[in-house]
């Protein structure tokens, strides 16, 4: 009911709008300015490397002028999504989708699936599509597979991103916006000549906002969500060398000093429990300790609680509100950009060179755990003695730090980086007559380098620093030599600590060729080949301390127990994989064994290739000069990659093969009624192979783990759609935009994988390959005869793990319907112009990953945006009042992260006794979890006012 009223009162505005914009027509005088017609602007695009009417370039393009953006209030990437069917974009993560096809993971070596080229220049990151209007001229978001012109990892599309550019007369403009959330943004660009042929262009912008969307209830931390502070530089030359010649140059300087914003930033909630198993939790909400059932408790499985807001967690009754003990920071640095272009015009073709380089450094600090609790004691047994704590320990037991209570300080954080660069060059030769054939074939090689470093650290406990060890006994580290792990006695208090390392290097030809054969049909044929090659090193440490997944009861430690690294227990040092899920062929390469250094590092080398052909070929009827309809087959490639960095630790056969698709689109582009009424319809269907997913599978090595993940390629999936845009001036001086679209993105062929956060698959909608059974053996019960009642045993639950099978689970971050519309209307008052503009946008609910279950799945939602725009009657000065998410109501982005608790930690847990072989003789597995969910999401309520001054 309440989104029906939601939508009936946003349906209400826009009608409003329209309605009062008629009468006013009605009343008002003729209008004489380009902005008072009723007839629709032709808009020029270079989607296919050449100047031409969107209308006339047989590609899905959805195209979004700087004039085009001020007037709907596309501020953002995320704004732009609203716009462009089938476009998804994740802010907090940096991934981008078109139609279903995007990557699962932020680790480089797995590519991005929508290639962003910024003023030619190719770019891993979409931050660039996301720069204010002052700076770009328009945005090109190519829908598809861009298998020719586009070919460096544009299997699901490409988004170009076009500079403005210097000007022949002077030109300069301020701009200056105060919005709620203390937020100010001031920009200012000059432009014009320097000499005879040479001009210039010079823009900045500088933006701090100092209030986060999200409160952190914890005393004296400070909020998070979009708090920033960055700035953004850039300088352009450009000159004509007579008619033959020209050149054109950007370099452009950035950096950011964010506390809570910019991607990576939380941009959502927690509002059902999550475990914090490092220590043996069982309920615990965003870092509260809670007595079972949820209530407030001292001790809680041996665990007193210390946080001062007791057990209630701030997001389960308002999603703006968390805890965090860690601030959180995002910065950017040593962050400059150069690109330029080179063109010699000979008679009938284009010479053009363009190459570029981008580099940056970026930092991102997080709450790991821990939430308000500063600390908390487990009290320690005598393991003589079976059954709880026992507080009655010897002297002599209590004096070796056997019984006393071991105090836990939780606060941790994880620290992700990326030191990035890459240089890409490409040159072209193109056809420019007016004649039938037109021809474009070109040569392109690009090459990147990056470390990707992550760890999280225990920033309190001291028996994690080296500077106390020397008493400590050597540190235990299962698996390894016992040389190379006496030497490693200084970790910075590090449990996880992973260094990747690698270079991509690619290079390709592309040509293409259109033929106008007859009057009304013209022929495109596209062909381009593809070769990547990656190579790198990967170097992980893992150390456990105090916690059962290490293999060892808490309630064992003794205060100066030692911490235990398990690298050598974890990573794969074996030969070639075992089990893989139905259909699927593991990408073979050249895989370095494992090598231990002196600080316990265990290290790994890795080196692969792949190449493809791809191409496209299409037809094009032209029956009138309105009407324009289509056929195109195309087919996508994006290169394997490595399963490594972020949170890996060497697992077993990292390669994924090749990404690929075959995509068959039909479309037609329509003018209607004297040019007042444009509509692009698409119609699309992709068969889709090889999608780059982390995947669940047994493993019958021998480890100790049941099950494990890696990164496989899922044999197929389809993707299919309907898209809608329209855009209609009915009457002068209104404008109405209505986009829809349809899309049906899932898995074909997947079977034999196993959910980690489901693992018995009884969530709604699982598809379980086997009948559910309890563990063998003595049940649940680890005897010295029995040690694992079944390889596949879930520790938690006491049965058999279930494999899985996927057919027709929905690809992750697809929303299957989306609408979208924007009703605009100007008034000619005098010496000016007023223009209203209300948007309504909804989106259906999404998945964040292939196992298709309400942890997984965000709702739909809807928002209203307003704006109001005043221009003067020079256009010298603009003024912009707006409300974004006007109802304040909450927007997903890209789907929930779902999880479940793991059980309880308690005595009675299997362990690990250190020197012993396997689980402790006479223990009982625990109990399961609940489910847990984290949304991100769109921001809240904004509103501000923004003055524009050109001169």
Sequence with gaps: MLFKQRLMLSCALVAATATVAATAQAQSRAATSAAASNTIEELVV????????????PVAISAFTSERRDLVGINSVQDMTNFTPGLNYSSATDRISLRGVGRLTNAHPIDTAVATYSDGIYTTSTTEAGKTPIFLDRVEVLRGPQGTLYGRNSIGGAINVI?????????????????????????????????????????GNWEKQRKGYYDNVVSGMPDEGNVIDQFYLEGQVQAQFGDKADFWMKAALGGWNNGGGGPGARAGFSPTPFSFAEFGLQNVNAGFACAPGGTAGAVVNSVVNTSPLGCVNPAASDPRKFANNTRQSVSLDDNYVVAGTFSYHFDGADLKYTGGYYNYHYTLIQDNGGGSISSFRIPLRNPAVSGPPNPTCSAAAQAAGVCGPLTIFPRQASTYQEQYWNTSHELNLASTGDGPLQWLGGVYYYKEGYDQPVFTTLFDQPQLDGAIRP???????????????AAATDFQRRLYDDRPTFEDESYAGYGQVDWQFTPTLKA???????????????????????????????????????????TGSVVYTGGPTNITPQGVVPKTGSLGGVTFDSLGFAHRDYKASWDAWTGTAGLQWDPDPDTMVYGRYSRGYKAGGFNSGITTTLGEFPFTDSEHIDSYEVGLKKTFFGDTLQANLSIFYYNYTGLQAPLTVANNSGALAASQTRFLNVPKSISKGIELETLWAPIDNLQVIFNYSYNDAHIKELSGVFDPDDPIALAAGAKPLSALTSCTGTGTTVTAANPRPNPLCDVNTGFVQRAQDLSGNSLPQAAKNKVAVNVSYTW??????????????????????IFQRDTNASKAWDQVDARVLWKGADNRYTIIAYVKNVFDELGYAGGAGGARTTGTFAVGTPGVVPGTPGPVPGTTFGVQGGPRFTYALTPPRTYGVEVQYRF
């Design 46 to 57: 270079t989607a296919e490397r050449r100047e031409q009417s969107l209308q006339d370039v």
């Design 828 to 849: 000619d008052i005098g010496n000016g112009s007023l223009t209203p503009s209300v948007s309504y946008i909804w989106r259906d609910k999404e998945y964040s990953g």
């Design 163 to 203: 500079s403005r550019r210097p000007t022949e007369a002077f030109y300069g403009e301020v701009r200056a916006t105060v919005a709620n959330f203390d937020r100010t943004l001031i920009e200012a660009a000059v432009s014009g000549p320097l000499a005879e042929g040479l001009q210039y262009r010079l823009a």
């Design 524 to 566: 495109t044929v596209g062909l381009r080949y593809s070769h990547d090659k990656k190579t790198g090193t990967e170097a992980v440490r893992i150390v456990c301390f105090a916690t059962t997944t290490c293999g060892i009861t808490p309630e064992l430690f003794g205060t100066l127990s030692p911490p235990v690294d398990v």
């Design 471 to 485: 008493a400590v006994p050597a540190i235990t580290c299962p698996g390894a030599p016992a040389a190379t792990c």
